[in-house]
C-alpha cells in the first residue's frame, strides 16, 4: 500500500473507532504526521489523562504506554510495535532500587519516568525531564535516591547542592555518548549556533550548553529565540521535527545524528494494524499497577 493509502486508512479508521494517536517527539516524521497530538513524556502522560476516548494509540516505547495505562485505568491504550523498549528503563530492577532504600532509609526515591512499572511501584515520585527540577525542589527531602539515569540525576544534584542524592547505575546511550568534544568540534564549524540539550546527556555537555530541557522545551526555546542556529544534543527525531515546524532554522546534530532503536521500531503501518486489530491492549498486572499509580498520580498533582 502507498503511504498516503496508509494514512488515510489510519484517519478513517480512528475517526470510525474514536481512538486518540499520540506521539512522541522522537517518532518518525510518518508516524508524527498522523498524531493527535506530538509531545513530550509529561505531555503524552497530561493528554491522556484529558482525553475524552477511551481508546489511545501511544506511538513511543513500553514504559509510555504503561504510564499512561496506569494512570487510566478506565482508557485502552495499545502501543504499536510490542517490541519497542527503552533500553534504560530496562536498565535498572526494583531489587536494586530496593538495597538502595536499605543503605539510605531516610531519602525519597525520586524516579524518572524511563523505567519499568516493577521499578515505580517501590518509589516515592515518579519525574520526567521537564520537571524533575520543580518536582525535587516541591518534594523537600534533604536525601534523594535518583533512579534510573545517572545523567538526570547529577543535573539535579548540581541543581540542589544542599540535597544529598543518590545515583543509579543506569544511563540512555542515545545521550551518554553524545560526547563534549564532538559538541565542540561542532561549534567551531557553527561559531554562531546556541547549544541545547537533554538532561540525559552528560555533565559536561550540559556544563557547556546554552539550554537544558525537556524535549518539547527544547522546540519551545527554539521557537521563542530569535536566533538561527543551533546545535541540539538529542534524538534524532526531535532535530527532524524541528526541521518541518522551523525551515529557516539550522538545525545540527552534533559530529553524528543520534538513534533511539526503540522508537524507531514504530512505522505507519503497525499504527495501520493496531487500529485495524486492536488487541493485546496495555495491561500492568494487579498489584504493581496499584503500587505504581501512587507515585505516578503524585508527579501529575504536583506537576501542575
Ligand atoms: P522527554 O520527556 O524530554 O521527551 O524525554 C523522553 C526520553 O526518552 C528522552 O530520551
Ligand atoms: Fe530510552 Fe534513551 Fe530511547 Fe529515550 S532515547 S527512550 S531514554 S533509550
Redesign the pocket.
Known amino acids: 500500500m502507498e503511504k498516503s493509502d496508509i494514512t488515510e486508512r489510519i484517519k478513517s479508521l480512528q475517526e470510525k473507532k474514536g481512538f486518540l494517536i499520540l506521539a512522541h517527539n522522537?517518532q518518525n516524521s510518518e508516524v508524527q504526521s498522523v498524531a493527535d497530538f506530538v509531545g513530550d513524556s509529561l505531555e503524552l502522560c497530561k493528554e491522556a489523562q484529558k482525553s475524552p476516548y477511551s481508546n489511545i494509540v501511544l506511538c513511543g516505547?513500553s514504559f509510555m504506554a504503561e504510564t499512561a495505562a496506569i494512570l487510566n485505568p478506565d482508557k485502552n491504550v495499545y502501543l504499536p510495535e510490542k517490541n519497542a523498549h527503552?533500553?534504560?528503563?530496562q536498565m535498572l530492577t526494583p531489587d536494586a532500587v530496593l538495597a538502595l532504600k536499605k543503605n539510605h532509609p531516610s531519602a525519597q526515591v525520586m524516579c524518572y519516568v524511563?523505567s519499568s512499572a516493577e521499578v515505580k511501584s517501590v518509589s516515592d515520585i515518579i519525574c520526567t525531564s521537564s520537571n524533575a527540577i520543580l518536582l525535587a525542589r516541591k518534594i523537600e527531602s534533604e536525601e534523594i535516591i535518583f533512579v534510573p539515569?545517572r545523567n538526570l540525576g547529577t543535573y539535579v544534584s548540581k541543581s540542589f547542592p544542599e540535597i544529598k542524592v543518590w545515583l543509579a547505575p543506569a544511563f540512555?546511550?542515545?545521550?551518554h555518548e553524545i560526547y563534549p568534544e564532538d559538541v565542540i568540534k561542532t561549534k567551531e564549524k557553527f561559531p554562531a549556533s546556541l547549544i541545547l540539550s537533554h538532561p540525559?546527556c552528560q555533565d559536561p555537555v550540559l556544563q557547556i550548553s546554552d539550554f537544558v530541557g525537556s524535549t518539547s522545551a527544547i522546540l519551545k526555546y527554539v521557537s521563542a529565540s530569535a536566533e538561527k542556529e543551533f546545535i541540539v544534543c538529542t534524538?534524532e527525531g526531535m532535530l527532524e521535527r524541528m526541521r518541518i515546524v522551523h525551515p529557516h532554522k539550522n538545525i545540527i546534530s552534533p559530529l553524528m545524528p543520534r538513534l533511539?532503536y526503540?522508537?524507531k521500531k514504530t512505522s505507519l503501518q503497525s499504527v495501520l494494524s493496531v487500529l485495524e486489530n486492536p488487541s493485546d491492549k496495555i495491561s500492568v498486572p494487579y498489584p504493581i499497577a496499584e503500587k505504581a499509580f501512587i507515585p505516578i498520580k503524585r508527579m501529575m498533582d504536583l506537576s501542575v
Open positions: 522522537y516505547v527503552c533500553t534504560m528503563a524511563n539515569d540512555c546511550y542515545v545521550h540525559e534524538e533511539c526503540g522508537m
